[in-house]
């Protein structure tokens, strides 16, 4: 053989080798693709979480204003019941506004409550499916990096294993789905 031959023969292995690299390549970028959507969703989750803690929060800031008011107006109403009042009929008619009162907040208690709840139990399905999207993420961004080391090896196991963790990543970003 001669050396022309020799090296006409390095290239064509060369050019074999990046060809049966492109499978590999290929699915780096797809899987590259499903990492940014995840992170994106990830993110997303995260902060829904965050506003509907601050909507809960704000929710039970109102309640606990309300149960203020309504323990105040309860110890003025027994004040007046108690202390001698040169205006018995003044003091009457405030103690049965105050009554008034009392019965409207016992109905805003419960409905305030029941909404709080409700954005609680949202908060904790949020965080839930964040950190489903946030192991899918790190399950995908594990499979590209092992992935990758296949073109530095040109060993298919690696492409394997990558393929391996990315489909357990698409599974966890899946199961999201299926929360409630």
Request: hydrophobic share 50%; net charge negative.
């Amino acid at each position: 053989m001669e050396a022309n031959e020799v090296s006409e023969l390095k290239e064509q292995a060369e050019k074999g080798g990046e060809s049966a690299m492109r499978p590999v390549a290929f699915t780096m970028s797809v899987v590259a693709v499903f990492v940014a959507i995840t992170a994106v969703l990830g993110h997303r989750t995260h902060t829904e979480a965050v506003l509907k803690r601050a909507e809960a929060s704000d929710v039970w800031n109102e309640y606990q204003a309300k149960k203020i008011r309504a323990y105040d107006t309860a110890l003025i109403t027994d004040l007046l019941s108690v202390v001698a009042v040169a205006d018995k009929e003044g003091a009457a008619k405030f103690a049965k506004g105050y009554a008034g009162h009392q019965e409207k907040w016992a109905d805003d208690f419960k409905e305030e409550q029941k909404e709080a709840l409700g954005l609680e139990a949202e908060v904790k399905l949020a965080e839930r499916q964040a950190k489903f999207y946030d192991l899918a993420e790190a399950l995908l961004e594990i499979g590209l990096v092992i992935s990758s080391v296949t073109l530095l090896t040109r060993t298919k196991a690696y492409w394997y294993l990558g393929i391996v963790f990315s489909l357990a990543g698409i599974a966890s970003a899946l199961t999201v789905a299926f929360l409630k």
